[in-house]
């Protein structure tokens, strides 16, 4: 290596890259397959929204343009969409861009640390080691509900953000809003406390689990939403937090001014619109949910109870195959999904919920594959 790299900064030296699901072409070629299911990103099952295709056609031809720098109509029609002041609203590339920037302005390496269930989300660990901030972890009960309590014990003065996602990751778990509110209020006042919300639009009934309606209360809490689950825009890489105006305000300062690009602008815009595709869109998660909850539970499979729109699952005590072997006999199938062994469950296994089609591929190929064990 040369000398000029190895000076690179430790936390660069050491650094462990995000693990992404496996993509549908690396599957198509690796096994010379015609068709893959890919249910390993929590994707949405119904695709891109209609208005979305439209609107992104007729756009196409501003890509030359520089986007204006703080998406204002983009912030605009999220403001409306969530009912707040658009002066609360920063949009990214990606939420991964404001779970980012929040560690980058709050947390100071050396001297404060971010706290975390665990297991959690990758990237508030990737990007606080990153930063050289400490990481701290408190372990979910065996059940993967919250200890909220337990959370409370190890923040001190110097605890810049706590993140708790919900529905969780990879669990699909969802504290009650009345209990994240008594935590909320417990939080020194100078501590972030980041909700991360990416899958809440699945929760049965939002409310009960949303404390987005105390934002004008607790001027320290941080909601995180995504733009890459129920409004079918992965690819296109958006997402935002709704904040303090104050916090707000600097976060757009800092920020790289053209990271949500003009396209994703329009697509989320069209997205937000879209309220038939959003609609049809919860209706097949929570249809598929149900479905894949019991024909998992009929295979003898033990899926957890789930908010969000994927399911995780153990396999019968009698299999005698590992997640792993399971995953990879999926594989070979042309079923992608996702094993738990880089979150620290290496017996779980995590499907996102697809449409009719996928759903139903994957309850054949996981039976095909248990009964191939048992013969
Ligand atoms: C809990 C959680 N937060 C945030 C994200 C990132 O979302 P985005 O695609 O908006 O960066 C994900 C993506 O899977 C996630 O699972």
Known sequence: MPASVAALRTEVLDFEPYAAGLSIEEIRERYGLESVIKLASNENPLGVAPLVQKRLKTAAGLAFRYPKPDTPRLRKAIACRMGVDQSRVVAGNGSDEIIDILIRVRAVPGRDNVLAFKP??????????????????????????????KLAERVDENTALVFVTSPDNPSGFAPKAAELEAFARSLPPACLFVVDEAYMDFAEPEEAYSIRNLLDELDNLVILRTFSKAYGLAGMRLGYGLMHPDLADYLMRVRLPFSVNILAEEAGIAAIEDTCFYEATLQAVRSGRERLAAELTAMGCVPKPTQA???????????????KDVFEKLLERGIIIRPLGSYGLPDSLRVSIGNEHENHAFLRGLREVLEEARA
């Open 309 to 323: 729109n994927f399911l995780m699952f153990t396999l019968p005590e009698a299999c005698s195959l590992s997640a």
């Open 120 to 149: 959690c989300f990758s990237m508030y660990k990737i990007q606080s080691k990153f930063l050289g901030v400490e990481f701290r972890q408190v372990p979910v009960e065996a059940d993967f509900t919250y200890d909220l309590d």
